[in-house]
């Protein structure tokens, strides 16, 4: 049973357009998701998050959308560049749940940006 | 830059052969997750760590992984007897608690041939 969903599973898009990213969770008790970039050969790192509290985070050309009623969210990534080309993972934990909060990855999204 | 340094990046191990990597976590960060990647891409949680205590891992490792994290030594996660299920990249993070981010290494990519 997949908790956390993305979608699509790859997206094409040229330099300067905007690349939306879906995710969606099942766990109603989910109240943080981070969104990780992964390139080749690495490790995911951190490239912003939100708290179910908000409904809305930015951080330069990247952009969290929140849907608490209906347990969905989006990564919106504003004038694409050729080297956010990546693979990016939603990723949820329930923070109430101390030792327990560990992270559910979705199977992620993987962008091209073409120039 | 993440600071959780992983070893060796690349591991080749036979079936039934042990297979060992380790990872030191970010200064300061006493909470470690060990975490397995496949190839299509299902992050799969191992076993967490604070300071140098278990604190929960999966039935797999309880009979074919180990790991361990001693103070002032790396972390480490060791497979008994390799199977080819096993080939994954195997990804550390580390954390300053768990209501903190979590920052990845750059993982140990294990081919089990």
């Known amino acids: 049973q997949q908790q956390v969903r993305q979608s699509p599973q790859s997206l094409t898009v040229w330099e300067g357009e905007t690349a939306i990213l879906n995710c969606s969770y099942e766990?109603?008790?989910?109240?943080?998701f981070p969104w990780y970039q992964q390139f080749p050969g690495e490790g995911p790192a951190l490239l912003i998050a939100?708290?179910?509290?908000?409904d809305k985070k930015e951080d330069g050309r990247f952009t969290i959308f929140f849907n608490k009623r209906e347990k969905k969210l989006s990564l919106h990534i504003t004038d694409s560049q050729p080297g956010d080309s990546a693979t990016y993972f939603c990723a949820a934990s329930d923070r109430s749940g101390g030792s327990n909060a560990k992270l559910t990855f979705g199977k992620g999204t993987k962008l091209s940006v073409k120039s | 830059n993440s600071k959780v340094i992983q070893t060796p990046r690349y591991l080749v191990k036979g079936q039934g052969q042990k297979a060992k990597m380790r990872c030191i976590p970010e200064k300061g960060h006493p909470v470690v997750f060990w975490y397995q990647q496949n190839k299509n891409n299902e992050f799969k949680f191992l076993i967490n760590f604070q300071n140098q205590e278990v604190l929960q891992q999966i039935d797999m490792t309880e009979k074919r992984f180990s790991a361990e994290c001693p103070s002032n030594s790396p972390c480490s996660l060791e497979i008994q007897s390799s199977e080819a299920g096993d080939s994954a990249l195997y990804l550390c993070?580390?954390?300053?608690?768990?209501?903190?981010?979590?920052?990845f290494g750059s993982g140990t990519r294990l081919t089990v041939l």
């Open positions: 939100i708290r179910s509290v908000s």
């Open positions: 993070a580390s954390s300053l608690s768990w209501a903190e981010t979590l920052y």
């Open positions: 766990n109603s008790a989910f109240d943080y």
